[in-house]
């Protein structure tokens, strides 16, 4: 038998794994596609396992692969290594897939349909044991003294040094219109034109609205201050208001997205852009962050990212 004694170095799971696939496969090349790595890799990783051990595991030759008496009495323990590896594969996979436990989200209303549901939806498919409580508000929660273990929030300064905030998405508004009321007036080609038009803002009791724009040479800049025709303090609500031809409105492409990809909401004055903004999740900053909050975060990093693959930026 061979004896792996403390004059010897432990091998490496993996390279016993390549290497019992190799004698499984009779080729490094058939071994290498099955393993999805490069032949080169396979055919060292098993030079290596060779020196670690310090014994010919294979006998090679241009047409052939055989292996040497001790190389066999390897291969017996490393096709168990296999096993085993298979083995606590599954055992996480089935533990993750038992994941189990509640979570409390936080959200702002306008993105409760386009973004969280399809998230949340998504998530429980794959994590069924998990609850969901959602709580959509405009305001910023307390997550500490409200217990939400995750918030989406955009562009929000953390006063809290507790709370870790998490970039999921980064994007700008764009200055929109139905093409019914592009259709009826001139539409502006400077910032300063705007202000002959029907200026719809996202705002809560403000007399004035102002709106920084940056010039696509990225050199000019301005600014300009407006009463609004009308405001709402909840983009879905805008978005009815601008459908029907109510005026020019800032829209974030993150609210109903489909409006601007179907063209019922055209962008104007492109070549003047708004300020960039960022969604982010945002969750308590301790050391042990619970599982389910530790895989709804990764796994809502990636579905949001799919849901909206290009964003004006």
């Known amino acids: 038998m061979v004896s792996l004694g403390p004059q010897n170095p432990m091998p490496d799971l993996n390279s016993l794994i390549i290497f019992a696939q190799v004698i499984e496969s009779s080729s490094f090349s058939k071994a290498a596609r099955l393993l999805k790595m490069p032949t080169s890799t396979v055919s060292r990783r ?131 219109a139905a093409p019914a009321y592009v259709k009826k007036f001139d539409m502006p080609k400077t910032p300063q034109e705007l202000l002959n038009h029907r200026l719809l803002a996202f705002s809560f009791w403000k007399p004035e609205n102002t709106w920084k724009f940056t010039h696509i040479n990225r050199r000019d800049t301005t600014t300009i201050t407006f009463k609004p025709f009308l405001s709402i303090n909840e983009y879905n609500g805008l978005a009815t208001a601008l459908l029907s031809g109510a005026g020019i409105c800032d829209f974030p492409p993150i609210v109903q997205p489909e409006l601007i990809r179907s063209g019922r909401l055209v962008e104007i004055m492109p070549k003047w852009h708004f300020p960039i903004f960022h969604l982010s999740l945002v969750h308590l900053g301790n050391r042990y962050t619970p599982r389910p909050v530790r895989i709804f975060k990764e796994f809502a990093s990636a579905k949001v990212r799919s849901l909206f693959p290009s964003l004006p930026a």
């Open 46 to 176: 098993v030079a290596e396992l060779e020196r670690e051990l310090g014994v010919r595991l294979l006998e090679r030759s241009t047409r052939s692969l055989r292996v040497t008496g001790v190389g066999s009495e390897v291969l017996e323990h490393a096709r168990r290594s296999a096993e085993i590896n298979d083995a606590i594969a599954n055992i996480a996979s089935n533990h993750l897939s038992n994941v189990s436990g509640t979570l409390r989200i936080s959200a702002p209303p306008s993105i409760s349909d386009s973004l969280l549901a399809p998230v949340v939806v998504a998530f429980q498919e794959t994590y069924p044991n998990v609850r969901i409580q959602a709580f959509v508000t405009e305001r910023i929660v307390d997550q500490i003294a409200e217990g939400i273990d995750l918030a989406f929030r955009v562009d929000e300064t953390l006063h809290d040094s507790s709370l870790v905030a998490i970039k999921i998405l980064t994007y700008r508004h764009l200055l929109v």
